[in-house]
C-alpha cells in the first residue's frame, strides 16, 4: 500500500523560513504533490514532483529524492496568511492512485 | 465550469437514511477523486475514477457505500443506510494530470 509521514504541528514566526518534512512508501511511484488547506475551506494544489530536485513557485519550494523517498516543502518569508494545513501525497500504486498525509499545522507568530 | 461544483454543501440526515452527493468536475478533466475527512484529521481516500479504466474503489469503508460517473463527467457518492461514524466533510477533486482542484466540499451530519 502507500503511507505517508510528516510533522502533525510547526511554529514559525513572520519573515522565518520552514521546512515541512514527508517521508513516504509506495509501489510504482509517480510524484509527490503538496496541498494547502486553510481552517474550513479546501485544499488548494501548491507543487508537484515528479524527479529528483528541487522545483520553485514563488516564496514556495518542494524538493524530492527518489532514492530516499523523502520530500520536503519549503515556504520562505512567512506570512500570517501561510498559517494552514499542509498535506504532501504520494501518487502511486498500481492505479496510480493519490495518498495524502495526515497534515502538517503550521502556526505562524508575529 | 470554472471549477469543481459540490452539492449540496451542508446535508444533515437520520441514521438509516440513503443520501447521495454530487460532484460537476472541471469540464475535460479525466480524472476524478472522492475522498472524506473528520474534523481536524487528514483526506481519507473512497474512490478514483480515470477516463474510461475501472474506478479504484479500494478506499471504500464498507458495502453501503457507492459511487458512479456518468458520461466521464458527473459523479455521485451513494452512502446507504448512513450511520453517525459516516459524519464527515466529503471532498471531490478533479484533475487532468497533476495538481487536483477541490470542490468546496459536502458537509454531512448524521443525527
Known amino acids: 500500500g502507500q503511507s505517508l509521514e510528516q510533522p502533525s504541528e510547526v511554529t514559525a514566526v513572520e519573515g522565518a523560513i520552514v521546512q515541512i518534512n514527508c517521508t513516504y512508501q509506495?509501489?510504482?511511484?509517480?510524484?509527490l504533490s503538496w496541498y494547502q488547506q486553510h481552517d474550513g475551506g479546501a485544499p488548494t494544489f501548491l507543487s508537484y514532483?515528479?524527479?529528483?530536485g528541487l522545483e520553485e513557485t514563488g516564496r514556495f519550494s518542494s524538493f524530492l529524492s527518489r532514492s530516499d523517498s523523502y520530500g520536503y516543502l519549503l515556504l520562505q518569508e512567512l506570512q500570517m496568511k501561510d498559517s494552514a494545513s499542509y498535506f504532501c501525497?504520494?501518487?502511486?500504486?498500481?492505479?496510480?492512485?493519490?495518498?495524502f498525509g495526515t497534515g502538517t499545522l503550521l502556526a505562524v507568530q508575529p | 465550469g470554472a471549477g469543481v461544483s459540490q452539492s449540496p454543501s451542508n446535508k444533515v440526515t437520520e441514521k438509516g437514511k440513503d443520501v447521495e452527493l454530487r460532484c460537476d468536475p472541471i469540464?475535460?478533466?479525466?480524472?476524478l477523486y472522492w475522498y472524506r475527512q473528520s474534523l481536524g484529521q487528514g483526506l481519507e481516500f473512497l474512490i478514483y475514477?480515470?477516463?474510461?479504466?475501472?474506478?479504484?474503489k479500494s478506499g471504500l469503508p464498507s458495502d453501503r457505500f457507492s459511487a458512479e460517473r456518468t458520461g466521464g463527467s458527473v459523479s455521485t457518492l451513494t452512502i446507504q443506510r448512513t450511520q453517525q461514524e459516516d459524519s464527515a466533510v466529503y471532498l471531490c477533486?478533479?484533475?487532468?494530470?497533476?495538481?487536483?482542484?477541490f470542490g468546496s466540499g459536502t458537509r454531512l451530519t448524521v443525527v
Open positions: 477533486a478533479s484533475s487532468l494530470r497533476y495538481g487536483y482542484t
Open positions: 509506495t509501489s510504482g511511484f509517480y510524484g
Open positions: 514532483n515528479a524527479l529528483d
Open positions: 501525497a504520494v501518487e502511486g500504486g498500481a492505479t496510480n492512485k493519490l495518498i
Open positions: 469540464s475535460g478533466h479525466t480524472a
Open positions: 475514477f480515470q477516463g474510461n479504466s475501472a474506478p479504484d
